[in-house]
């Protein structure tokens, strides 16, 4: 395993009198290569990581990476090839702004310790952390963060999209979205106001948390 002829790693397996199963990994920036689902060479962070700037111009490329196969000095012969692609749902632009969400494709956040990133149920639709902003997108005078966040955030400490732990107070009990019934003509309404076509909530499925 190697980058730019650089040798990560070797190992030799004595292989038995039979086929056997040859994998190799590349998820979650670690490279590993498994005989028979014995791990035999795995990357470590300190060999290959990522750092934000490289995540937020390798998360805007819709184009998947190329994958080659190949081996020298050795008889083989590969049979029951199978690809696996990990599957992820990426966001629309933020639709007053256009701007990419936080922590969406193009856009990737790194989240602090003892802080959370918010998300909505209804994903979709849900005005969660991932639309989050510093300085209203229409007024770059007025701030959007609380002044408990201000300083944070000019000093670097703050992460947009992000909620502090201390700033999480109470439990949830329960979970009342999709909490609008659908109006028969809101499709015909820009998205803006079709979040606010019926304010009646879908007491039906409303489901309280134990």
Known sequence: ME??????????VRLPPRPVRFSLGHADYQAVVEVDERPLLATTPEQYSVTPA???RQSAQDKPATLRI?????RAQLSHLRIERDV???SRPFTFSRRP???TQGNPIEIPKEAYFVLGDN????????YWSAMNDANREVWMLGPHLRAAYQEGKYAVGT???DQMIGCAFLVYWPGFLPHPWAEYLPERLRRLSNLL?????VRWIH
């Open 3 to 12: 980058e730019a002829n650089e040798s990560w790693g070797e190992a030799r």
């Open 54 to 56: 490289l995540a937020r």
């Open 70 to 74: 190949a081996a020298e000095r050795v």
């Open 88 to 90: 992820y749902y990426t």
């Open 101 to 103: 969400g936080n922590g």
């Open 123 to 130: 994903s979709p639709s849900s005005l969660d952390a991932r």
């Open 163 to 165: 909620v502090p732990a």
């Open 201 to 205: 909530p879908d007491l039906g499925r």
